[in-house]
C-alpha cells in the first residue's frame, strides 16, 4: 500500500482528498495532548479565554511523550484512546480544530462532527510509540507544563505513518 505524503497543517483542500482507510505520511508540526490538557482547553474556551495555540493550524495528537534520553528530543510517544476525549470534541471543532490523531473508534456523534466541520481523524497504530518517536526531529512543551506528560508539546515530524479513520 503507497502511503501519500502529507506536509502539514492541513487545509480544507488536503482533507477533501482524503479517503477512508487511506495510509498517510505526515511531515510537519503536531500538537499533542491528552484527557488533562483536553479538560483545561475546555475551561478556557467556555470562560471565553483563548488557548496558547491555535487550533486551526494545528493537528492534535491524543498522546503524552514520554521523556527523552539523552541526545533525542522525546521518548516513546504512542497514540492514547481517542474515545476519552469525545465529550471535548464539540466545543473544539467550535473554536477551530480539523484534525486529530489517536487509536480507537470514534463515537457517532464524533464522526457527525467531523462531517459537519469538514474535519479528518486519523488512526495511529498502538503499541508503536517507539516507532513514532524516531519520526519526532523536535519537541517544546508549549502549554501547561505543570501537567508533565499530559502537557501540551509541539513536536516536529517526518514520515509519521497513520490512516485516515473519518473524514
Known sequence: M??????????AEMISS??????????????????????RMSE???????????????????????????????GACGPTTSGRMDVYAQ????????SMIGK??????????????????LIAIGGAG???GQCVTRSRCIAWSD?????VYEIEVVDFPCFVGNV
Open 130 to 132: 517507539a516507532l513514532y
Open 44 to 74: 478556557l474556551l467556555k470562560r471565553g479565554e483563548s488557548l496558547p495555540f491555535d487550533l486551526r493550524e494545528n493537528c492534535i495528537y491524543y498522546c503524552g511523550p514520554t521523556p527523552a534520553k539523552p541526545g533525542f528530543p522525546i
Open 2 to 11: 503507497t502511503a501519500k505524503e502529507i506536509i502539514l497543517p492541513f487545509t
Open 147 to 151: 501537567l508533565g506528560a499530559e502537557a
Open 91 to 98: 466545543l473544539l471543532f467550535e473554536n477551530g480544530m480539523r
Open 18 to 39: 482524503l479517503k477512508i482507510g487511506e495510509k498517510l505520511l505526515l511531515s510537519g508540526k503536531l500538537i499533542t495532548a491528552r484527557d488533562a490538557a483536553h479538560q
Open 104 to 121: 480507537g473508534e470514534r463515537s457517532l456523534k464524533v464522526v457527525e462532527l467531523i462531517k459537519k466541520y469538514q474535519g479528518v481523524y
